[in-house]
């Protein structure tokens, strides 16, 4: 007699060939309406399933893992980010929890180079103007935004999509700069012309343009705070692709709102779904919904990588994605 499949809990609709190999190899239990699920819906699942297969809009707290049956084993989280789990309350459970690095890379890296060009170029009010009947014609004085080549570019996080950023900005003329823990070798720092600041303070203090790549983790949780914002040049664009937690945005609301920084571009928010009204309001900030990673090629490859983590745990060996507590 076959085996039968392990049961596999999805939180989220997930691309279609995804949900197909999903029920071709598990006991998939889906979601086919896409609505997030309630807690009691999620205490369900986690407590009959052998996988449970979350997103980032799914809390995976210690009190929910507390409701895990004694058949779950692995959790698989859809995305490379992880802050929405409890990572220790999974490893002192048992649980082993794996995540999909790496197939984002280029997506979000084009999304944060698309953030600084729309900011500085004023794309977004540009395509307002016209939409709103407002273009009468070509004046000297029209629509006028920041040229990039020669401006200077500083990276929070200079891991896979910093790097990958960093590339695509200095084919675009920015000179790079970087703050990390620790610098990264010299043959990437030679290979993009970057720099490194070992002090962030310093570092936003002489930049032009400012993107946040770094991870969400408790360390850097209003990294960028009231006083280091304050730091910045009035002319300054900051560019939010990674975690709406690690800017302070009430306050650079505040600033952007008081002519204290040039722009913004956003595609995270502090207290997702719900965006500052503040931000709503300045015609000079461009807000996405969070589409960073929304290719379909992205999609499908996370989707691949979950298949992969859980089918590889299922076969008695250790998943290649594994989050380890030396990663938090």
Known sequence: MAASKPKVFVTRKLPAPVEARMAEL???VLNPDDRPRTGAELAAGIAEAEVFVPTITDRIDAALIDRAGPALKLIANFGAGFDHIDVAAANAKGLIVTNTPGVLTDDTADMAMELIMAACRRTVEGVDLIRAGGFSGWTPTLMLGRRLRGKRLGIIGMGRIGQALARRAKAFG?????HNRKP???RIEEELGARWWESLDQMLAHMDIVSVNCPHTPATFHLLSARRLALLRPHVIL????????????AMANMLTAGKL???????YEHEPAINPKLLKLPNVVLLPHMGSATIEGRV???????????TFMDGHKPPDRVI???L
């Open 262 to 268: 040039g722009g913004a571009g956003l595609d995270v």
């Open 174 to 178: 920015l000179e790079i700069h970087y």
């Open 239 to 250: 560019v939010n692709t990674a975690r709406g937690e690690i800017i302070d945005e009430a």
């Open 26 to 28: 598990f006991e998939a």
């Open 325 to 327: 507590p030396s990663m």
């Open 301 to 311: 490859e996370m989707g691949e990588k979950v298949l992969i983590n859980i089918q």
């Open 184 to 186: 990264v070798g010299p």
